[in-house]
DNA sequence: GTAATTGCAAATACTTTGCCACGTA
DNA sequence: TACGTGGCAAAGTATTTGCAATTAC
């Protein structure tokens, strides 16, 4: 085994959760993917199908994010975000990950050049960002 | 009217769409909000609620969307991702907006100054980002 | 008048939970 | 043995579509 997923599933265990086959399944999966995983993605992936169920990977996901051992990408929230595009305008955001806030970051945004580089190194076209920053809001701590 | 929106409104005009009530409100009520809105807080708003169906607003922002005039936040599909969190390793990524490739930007993040600025300023605790580009990858080109 | 747009209702898709059986410690 | 974990099936929630009626141009 990945001296990295034994680790990880050591880390687990430390925080009170069982070694289980699904465990190191999962674990092993989403260490040798090269991107973030769908639920569906990793119930149906080679490793974890003939494993077991797709609602046990759904809790495995659900403890190891509580845990700190997995991230849940996006706003965290089920439903899809929608912003307007104003031209010429670009907003970045700081969200609680407690409360759901949703505020602007002030700050300018320190991204554009690395934008500039990826557009010239990789060939690809149309090119923007999203950078969200997470963290408990001061009224939640 | 806001001259932005009666602006936006003309954007949507030259871009083939018709000037409806619908979509002078829904156009009204991003600008307004301060961040990002789902599609059930968009339906269900003030401006919105007595004014049409979710539906219409769901084609609304589909339409929009396509032409570039709103943006959907997250990774660009109905599912949620889930990835690895290893300790003392970060990840930004780089996504085709048309295939769905995601794959892992190389360059070291440039945001960490930045996430430094805002845990000073705004009292947040155990902050992190996320950080994502997206683009026409060459094969889609 | 014609084609885009809308409302309503139904269909999908993804996520989440209940309950009892099972396996790890 | 005890309690965390797993399988299966059902429920919950968000998204998406079909179609006839309506509206913008």
Redesign the interface.
Known sequence: MDP?VAE?VDRCRELGMRRTKALEQL?AT??E????????E?AESERLTAQCDKATVFRL?QRL?EK????????H??????????PGRHQD??I??ECGL????K?PC??H???E???EK?????????????????SC?
């Open positions: 990295l990880t674990l989403l260490l993917s090269e991107r973030p995983m769908t639920l569906s990793l996901l994010a700190g051992i997995v991230r849940r990408l996006g706003l929230e089920r439903a899809a975000y929608f912003t307007l595009l104003v955001y700081l609680c990950t949703i505020e602007s970051v700050a320190p991204v050049q690395l934008e580089e990826i557009r990789t060939g690809f076209r149309n090119l923007y960002h999203e950078l969200e920053f997470f963290g408990t809001c001061p701590v």
